[in-house]
T-cell receptor
Framework: NAGVTQTPKFQVLKTGQSMTLQCAQDMNHEYMSWYRQDPGMGLRLIHYSVGAGITDQGEVPNGYNVSRSTTEDFPLRLLSAAPSQTSVYFC?????????????FGPGTRLLVL | AQSVTQLGSHVSVSEGALVLLRCNYSSSVPPYLFWYVQYPNQGLQLLLKYTTGATLVKGINGFEAEFKKSETSFHLTKPSAHMSDAAEYFCAVSDRHQAGTALIFGKGTTLSVSS
């Protein structure tokens, strides 16, 4: 298993540009989520999904959109990037059956918005 | 509402010394508690977790943590630090005992280990 994969690893955007951060997992996990990590802030939840077709907002959802058309994929879209969205983004997944309380994290995407 | 407080944003120890990273939580229901480690430029890796049962939990790389309900604490310890332990450590809490539950993270503690 590859686990949770994220692409790209690093991205530079200009203010106002849009982009999609990709996240995929091959563990058949129903629950997936996106966090952002900022220095001294820990990780904060952006959006999450409890299954295909079901998404909900987390603590800091503004400026981000998500959709979940398949169990495997959970992309995060920035519609109009702002410097405040410069951060490291982590995707995570967990199982609804086995070991359901443990979340598995991807390697992260570093985003710089100029 | 749940919250996690990690006391000390930066802890420095000598190689071979005791490692103690402090975590206090607040939760209205019995919590699930986690410690994650993040090495530079990498994702988060689960060190250990407490769900139910034994309050002393052993994790990977020689780390352990004890759940103390009366103190609302879940401090992480390791008897003897190694240079490879230098990383950032995050304590997290979840109060929903089911999948589809987000974690609430502390702000992290950076551990430095000197020779």
């Amino acid at each position: 298993n590859a686990g949770v994969t994220q692409t790209p690893k690093f991205q530079v955007l200009k203010t106002g540009q849009s982009m999609t951060l990709q996240c995929a997992q091959d563990m058949n996990h129903e629950y997936m989520s996106w966090y952002r990590q900022d220095p001294g802030m820990g990780l904060r939840l952006i959006h999450y999904s409890v299954g295909a077709g079901i998404t909900d907002q987390g603590e800091v959802p503004n400026g981000y959109n998500v959709s979940r058309s398949t169990t495997e994929d959970f992309p995060l879209r920035l519609l109009s990037a702002a410097p405040s969205q410069t951060s490291v983004y982590f995707c995570a997944s967990s199982s609804t059956i086995a070991d359901q309380e443990t979340q598995y994290f991807g390697p992260g995407t570093r985003l710089l918005v100029l | 509402a749940q919250s996690v407080t990690q006391l000390g944003s930066h802890v420095s120890v000598s190689e071979g010394a005791l490692v103690l990273l402090r975590c206090n939580y607040s939760s209205s229901v019995p919590p699930y508690l986690f410690w994650y480690v993040q090495y530079p430029n990498q994702g988060l890796q689960l060190l250990l977790k407490y769900t139910t049962g034994a309050t002393l939990v052993k994790g990977i790389n020689g780390f352990e943590a004890e759940f103390k309900k009366s103190e609302t604490s879940f401090h992480l310890t390791k008897p003897s630090a190694h240079m490879s332990d230098a990383a950032e450590y995050f304590c997290a809490v979840s109060d929903r005992h089911q999948a589809g539950t987000a974690l609430i993270f502390g702000k992290g503690t950076t551990l430095s280990v000197s020779s």
